[in-house]
């Protein structure tokens, strides 16, 4: 990033941003790693009803989720909490943590995570094709690159 892009304001109008299909979830990245000198990534995710990640530890960020639609379960280190529309949730560096879609309908999480190069893992993912059907050990190798560990299924 050069010293004249450092001071202006980054702005992403509305349906603005970088997609991205990883795991076949449709997310928009609004502020990438990159972009900020790694400072913090920003995006939205939309989740498929009964959709969520297996269960894993970020051991170089936290992660920040808002509820934009729908309703969800989130755990962390063994606790569950039910969130809706507007809900927040800061997950701490270390723990172990995933969410599930326990709604009807497709939701919508606004998600932070500080420092932000975790995104690269969804870059890379996407950008070689990986699926979890087929190419797990080489998704658990990427996110080891970028202090990401997967310690279990989804909750059932």
């Known amino acids: 990033m050069d010293q004249d892009s450092r001071d202006r304001a980054l702005v992403r109008r509305a349906g603005e941003g970088t997609g991205n299909q990883a795991f076949d979830l449709p997310r ?20 498929p009803a009964g959709a969520g990640p297996p269960m894993h530890v970020h051991h170089r960020e936290q992660e920040l989720f808002r509820v934009l639609a729908g309703q969800f379960r989130f ?6 909490q039910d969130l809706t529309d507007g809900d927040t949730v800061l997950i701490p560096k270390g723990a172990p943590h995933t969410f599930k879609n326990i709604g009807s309908s497709e939701g919508q999480l606004l998600i932070t995570l500080t420092p932000g190069d975790g995104d690269g893992f969804f870059i890379e993912v996407e950008r070689l094709g990986l699926h979890p059907s087929r190419d ?20 059932a």
């Open 28 to 47: 928009t990245f609004l502020v990438r790693s990159d972009e900020v000198n790694g400072a913090f990534s920003h995006w939205i995710e939309k989740v």
């Open 75 to 80: 755990w962390c280190a063994g606790e569950a």
């Open 136 to 155: 797990m050990p080489q998704i658990v190798e990427i996110a080891g690159r970028y202090g990401l560990e997967f310690v279990g299924p989804p909750p």
